[in-house]
């Protein structure tokens, strides 16, 4: 979530900045991400995750003097993690292995986690045009997935109030993005 990008980007520039503790966190955290995202496009080899992730971990850092701050960490290291795993297969293929054509992995090479992070850019804009109850009821039930008693806690309003928010506030993106606003 935006989470993972807010906790790895100071990271990653205090780490180009030279401060090495921020560094060997960030490759920890790093190397966290990048094992769920080769787990889940690697099933027919997962005893190949782990080299994989150990060539994206040397990549970023033999490219991070590449690393634009202005830009999403996650974005850049998933362009790079994609690389590798074309990268990784192309290598199979070449030996005779379960050789998959990149053109026909266009699918699974496909910019998900960037549209990911792209889409929770656009909700959270569309949550910030909601009223706070309604905003914040939604952010706690819906996206973060508290339940009404939870979320009521969280946001100091009651379980109905919580419900209620939740209705108008979806009614309400509903028609914003049908244009009835």
Known sequence: MQDRETALRPLMIAACDGNQQAYVTLLSEMAKLLRGFFRKRMLSVPDDVEDVVQEVLIAIHNQRHTYDAGQPVTAWVFGIARYKLADFYRR?????????????????????DHDAHD?????????????????????????????????????GQSE?????GIHRGLKALAARMRGAT
């Not at 569309?126 to 952010?139: H, N, V």
């Open 160 to 164: 109905s109030s919580v419900k209620v």
């Open 119 to 155: 889409a929770r850019r656009d909700v959270g804009l569309l949550l910030d045009e909601l009223p706070a109850k309604q905003r914040d009821a939604i952010r706690c039930v819906k996206i973060e997935g508290l339940s009404i008693a939870e979320a009521a806690v969280q946001t």
């Open 92 to 112: 199979r293929g070449s030996q005779g292995n379960d050789h998959v054509d990149i053109d026909d992995a266009a699918e699974w090479l496909a910019t998900e």
